[in-house]
Each structure stands twice: as structure tokens, then as C-alpha cells.
């Protein structure tokens, strides 16, 4: 009898899963990419990258500013 349970992402790096993205949390990304770096580094790495910190009154999120 197959499982029930949808797959297990598949783990990338932090490029491709940004690449595939428009809008992330730093949950998101610390739960589907190999290696992360520490926090305030991945923080450093996404303004690098043309993401931009967003808050709503539910949390934080990345959006891409920059293609």
C-alpha cells in the first residue's frame, strides 16, 4: 500500500531554490537547501542577491526585488 505522506523536498542549493522563487521565509529556505550558512550570513546573501525583508503582522518574508 503506497504512503500517504507527500514526498520529502529534495534538498538544493541556495541559488536554485531562489532562482525558483519570487517570495521565501528563512524557514523555507533553512528546511530545503544544503549547507546554509548561519542566519546573519544567509541575511548578507540575500540582500547580495536582490531580496529585500518584508513584514506583515503574521511574520517576515523575502520577496526578489531584482531579476
Same mark, same amino acid.
Given at each position: 500500500?503506497?504512503? &500517504?505522506? %507527500?514526498?520529502? %523536498? ?29 542566519? +546573519?550570513? &544567509?541575511?548578507?546573501?540575500? +540582500?547580495?542577491? =536582490?531580496?529585500?525583508?518584508?513584514? $506583515?503582522?503574521? =511574520?517576515?518574508?523575502?520577496? +526578489? $526585488?531584482? =531579476?
Amino acid at each position: 500500500m503506497p504512503s &500517504l505522506s %507527500p514526498p520529502a %523536498p529534495v534538498a538544493v542549493t541556495l541559488a536554485a531554490f531562489l532562482a525558483a522563487r519570487e517570495r521565501a521565509t528563512l524557514a523555507e529556505i533553512m528546511q530545503n537547501v544544503i549547507d546554509v550558512p548561519p542566519e +546573519k550570513e &544567509l541575511l548578507v546573501m540575500l +540582500k547580495n542577491a =536582490g531580496w529585500e525583508s518584508r513584514r $506583515t503582522a503574521t =511574520g517576515r518574508f523575502w520577496v +526578489k $526585488t531584482r =531579476g
